[in-house]
Each structure stands twice: as C-alpha cells, then as structure tokens.
Nanobody, 118 residues
Framework: QVQLRQSGGGTVQVGESLRLSCTAS????????VGWYRQASGDKRTFVGT???????YYGTGMSGRFTVSRDNEKNTVYLEMRDLETSDTAVYYC????????????WGEGTLVTVSS
C-alpha cells in the first residue's frame, strides 16, 4: 500500500515563505509524477505543480512564479517551495502521486493546512 506522508504546513504572514514535504513509502521514481494540489474552503481542488519521472516540472495556471516543485530521490521526497505568500494561498495542500501503466492510478497524501494571515 503506497503511503504519502506530508509535513510542513502551518500559519505564516503575507510575504513569507513555506516549504511542504511529501515522502513516499516507496521509490519516488516508481511514479510517473508526484506533485501538489490545493483546495481552499468552498472551492474545488486545483492543480499546483508536479515533477515528472524525468525531472521536468509543470505548474498550474498562475503557479509558476512563486511556487517550485523539487525532488530528493534519496529521501523519496517531493517538496513544494512557496514564496511571497498571499492570503489567497490559504488552503489545504495535498500531495499527489500518479502511478499506473495501462491506466492512471492516483495516490493522495492526507493534506496539510497552510494559512496565510495579513
């Protein structure tokens, strides 16, 4: 059973930075990609960014300027670096790993709350 363990959430002030971590219970390179989604209260879950098996990073609309997804293969961990945070970044952030060969299989972390206060 694949597990994704998240850490690093919390409350920060506007303009500050925060790093989230997602550690997989298996080889991080066994996934097609590992990334992040977020869900603000009352909103749908939206794509933040991901890093693929070959190390390429992709971001959702409006996410590439202040958010960076990176990976430490030895630690089986993917990170989300967030800079210059805004109150609109307040959300629950979910780690997502995509596996499968013939069909897509999604694995999710438990979510971690990020609150940006003014």
């Amino acid at each position: 059973q694949v597990q994704l363990r998240q850490s690093g959430g919390g409350t920060v002030q506007v303009g500050e930075s925060l790093r989230l971590s997602c550690t997989a219970s298996t080889d991080i390179l066994s996934f097609n990609g590992v990334g992040w989604y977020r869900q603000a209260s009352g909103d749908k879950r939206t794509f933040v960014g991901t890093i693929t098996k070959d190390g390429s990073a992709y971001y959702g609309t409006g996410m590439s300027g202040r958010f960076t997804v990176s990976r430490d293969n030895e630690k089986n961990t993917v990170y989300l670096e967030m800079r210059d945070l805004e109150t609109s970044d307040t959300a629950v952030y979910y780690c997502n790993a995509v596996g499968g060969t013939l069909s897509r299989v999604d694995y999710w972390g438990e979510g971690t709350l990020v609150t940006v206060s003014s």
